[in-house]
């Protein structure tokens, strides 16, 4: 579900190959292409089953990377293609989350609008309805593009990406109850004292005089997370790093997992992620009691995400092992 940012994914397997990576006591991650897995027995038993599709596909880059990754037209296509089929995944009032982040034209101080254009697309081939739009902002993003950042001083930096909550339905399966956070200090004490100041607002909103004497058990929280993405030494990472594995270079905030899975999903409910990258979504969903699929097609990354267990999910991740996936030099 992550950004494909590196070289490493030339170690990706090519079309037709479905392996099993790995599975736990609630999933699976297959070695595979997206399409590859789609066209496969598991795929197809896959249709109708999600109730959540979380995902990061590779983000759209201007220009060509070592690792061939897609751009412009080319990259519209291919998610457009996509939608489609992953909706037929989804259960009647499943849900799909998709986190796409900025492009800038190539060798020009100018934003590309191929991520917008690329998300409308898939919106509009996989005939879903926008859910709402979340915003996931890095405060402690180096600052990009460095160009017109850094050297010419022109932009400032570029610390934020977007998530999209889509649905072919318009009322999917949610209930932000389970997604609230702790009340302010301020709200404490109100609900202690029980009183303020009732009335009519210069807003023109008419704010009762018991409006807000109800404890809900937490405030709802907006749709803008707020993150410092700076772990360096976390379980995921020491693991990668003691079998000689590159770490995925841009792996999914796992507080943002974590809302969707439980906004969005019950326990026993599938989660589906085909873009899994370091397979942060599988380990939540592990951690939350969901059942999870997840695709990657890189073996390095596949055999890294088995990290994700021993510290997330208390799950032990069966064989293969990680050699075969993986050989270390």
């Not at 999933?27 to 599709?53: C, I, N, P």
């Not at 999209?164 to 949610?174: L, N, Y």
């Amino acid at each position: 579900m992550e950004f494909e940012g590196t070289e490493e994914a030339a170690t990706a397997v090519g079309y037709g190959v479905v392996e099993e990576g790995y599975t736990t006591k609630s999933g699976v991650m297959y070695v595979s292409l997206v399409e590859s897995f789609l066209d496969s027995a598991a795929g197809r038993k896959a249709r109708g089953t999600a109730q959540l599709l979380f995902t990061s596909p590779p983000f759209p880059l201007n220009r060509k990377k070592k690792y061939g990754n897609k751009t412009g037209e080319e990259y519209l296509t291919w998610l457009h293609d996509l939608a489609p089929r992953l909706t037929e995944l989804l259960t009647p009032d499943g849900s799909i989350v998709m986190e796409l982040g900025n492009a800038w034209e190539p060798g020009s101080p100018v934003m590309s609008t191929l991520a917008l254009e690329a998300f409308l697309a898939f919106k509009e081939a996989g005939k879903l309805n926008l859910c709402q739009q979340f915003i996931s902002h890095n405060p402690a993003r180096l600052p990009s593009p460095a160009q017109w950042v850094n050297v010419e001083r022109i932009r400032v930096k570029d610390s934020f990406t977007h998530i999209w909550w889509m649905s072919p339905t318009e009322r999917p399966k949610a209930d932000n109850r389970r997604v609230l956070t702790e009340y302010s200090e301020e709200m404490k004490d109100l609900l202690t004292r029980r009183s303020y100041n009732g009335g009519r607002r210069p807003s023109g909103h008419h704010i009762g005089h018991e409006s807000f004497f109800k404890d809900n058990g937490g405030a709802i929280p907006p749709n803008v997370f707020v993150h410092s993405n700076t772990i360096s030494t976390d379980r995921y990472r020491e693991y990668c790093r003691e079998r000689g594995i590159k770490a995925h270079p841009a792996p999914m905030q796992l507080d943002v997992v974590r809302f969707f899975i439980k906004m969005l999903t019950d326990p026993g409910d599938l989660v589906l992620d085909p873009f899994g990258g370091s397979n942060s979504t599988g380990a939540i969903a592990e951690e939350l009691e969901r059942k999870w699929i997840a695709v990657e097609p890189n073996r390095e990354y596949v055999a890294g995400s088995m990290g994700r267990f021993l510290q997330f999910a208390g799950a032990n991740p069966s064989s293969p092992q990680q050699g075969v996936l993986f050989s270390e030099p």
